[in-house]
């Protein structure tokens, strides 16, 4: 499975941004994520998806972003809302294909990433 990320861009704090993640290649039975990373820090867990729509958020994340799956267009978006300066960073997707019985928050358990997008919130 290959991914394309996009939607990133330059916006205010308080803006929303949606995040597309286009998919080629099967997805049946599997979960997608996104993570980020702000510079100098470590790339963080932001929410995942499973085939039939259920969903995880990062509990600091989860009254802002919303995860949602088209199956039909292989594709998963990130709408962020009341974006802050502390959500600047490169956001990710990826797939994880292991169809496990619980979502997995952990980069290295990602078997394929998107290249990713840039997101920057500032006044």
């Known amino acids: 499975v290959q991914l394309q990320a996009s939607g990133g861009g330059d916006v205010q704090p308080g803006d929303s941004l949606r995040l597309s993640c286009v998919a080629s290649?099967?997805?049946?039975?599997?979960?997608i994520a996104w993570f980020r990373q702000a510079p100098g820090k470590e790339r963080e867990f932001v929410a995942v998806i499973s085939w039939r729509g259920s969903k995880y958020y990062r509990s600091s994340l989860k009254d802002r972003f919303i995860i949602s799956r088209d199956n039909a267009k292989n594709t998963v978006y990130l709408q962020m809302n009341s974006l802050k300066p502390e959500d600047t960073a490169v956001y990710y997707c990826a797939v994880d294909s292991s169809d496990s019985p619980t979502f997995r928050t952990t980069p290295r358990d990602y078997d394929s990433w998107g290249q990713g997008t840039l997101v920057t919130v500032s006044s």
């Open positions: 290649g099967r997805t049946d039975n599997t979960d």
